[in-house]
């Protein structure tokens, strides 16, 4: 089945420091990724929504200054923490999806724990 | 508002116990279904999903759900559980009228299943 990553698993940076984390799709072409936010026992928001060779579209109320995204390959999406903060502390989670047809399944990262001291 | 609601936050059974966990969304249009799990320390894995057809909808590891259009329900369902079902559970529709792009998750049921 695809196979997506992310990396690192687990990131503590010092509160005003940026942080990248990477998600790449192993073995599919991801025209598509989505990066999430799960915070302790609730659910998935979804953060915004990565195409790959143009601008990523981002939910309300996610700063997309804070939280920059780079599509940069169909095979690579990187999410950058802007002057990390700590109530940034959370877990994200990508997923990629395979062409554009709609309701196409997505595939999930193991995701990134990122604690802010 | 649209929202996508799992009842059941934390459910507890027996091995060999039926199970059947709670989905009701509330967008309008044309969804798309889905049953995620998410074992302890794992990604996110699909069980199954409802795109169009049989309302029965059967998905991996023994699981199936039921979509029924006039309830606005996806419930999951599995005749008799083991002690590796134990995970957490995520309900989750996209919807034609808030773009195709839009997974929108439960909050999630913890299933715990005792030996």
């Known amino acids: 089945g695809a196979v997506v990553s992310q990396h690192p698993s687990w990131v503590i940076c010092k509160s005003g420091t940026s942080v990248k984390i990477e998600c790449r799709s192993l073995d599919f072409q991801a025209t598509t990724m989505f990066w999430y936010r799960q915070f302790p026992k609730q659910s998935l928001m979804l953060m915004a929504t990565s195409n790959e060779g143009s601008k990523a579209t981002y939910e309300q109320g996610v700063e997309k200054d804070k939280f920059l995204i780079n599509h940069a390959s169909l095979t690579l999406s990187t999410l950058t923490v802007t002057s990390a903060h700590p109530e940034d502390s959370s877990f994200y989670i990508c997923?990629?999806?395979?062409?554009?047809?709609?309701?196409?399944?997505?595939?999930f990262g193991p995701g990134t724990r990122l604690t802010v001291t | 508002a649209q929202s996508v609601s799992q009842h059941n936050h934390h459910v507890i059974l027996s091995e060999a116990a039926s199970l059947e966990l709670g989905c009701n969304y509330s967008?309008?249009?044309?969804?798309?279904l889905f049953w995620y799990v998410q074992y302890p320390g794992q990604h996110l894995q699909l069980l199954l999903k409802?795109?169009?057809?049989?309302?029965l909808v059967k998905g991996i590891k023994g699981f199936e759900a039921e979509f029924i259009k006039s309830k606005f329900s996806f419930n999951l369902r599995k005749p008799s559980v083991q002690w590796s079902d134990t995970a957490e559970y995520f309900c989750?529709?996209?919807?034609?009228?808030?773009?195709?792009?839009?997974?929108?998750f439960g909050t999630g049921t913890r299933l715990t299943v005792i030996p």
């Open positions: 989750a529709v996209t919807s034609d009228q808030t773009g195709a792009n839009n997974l929108f």
């Open positions: 409802y795109f169009s057809g049989d309302p």
């Open positions: 997923s990629a999806r395979d062409g554009g047809q709609w309701g196409r399944e997505q595939y």
């Open positions: 967008y309008g249009g044309t969804v798309n």
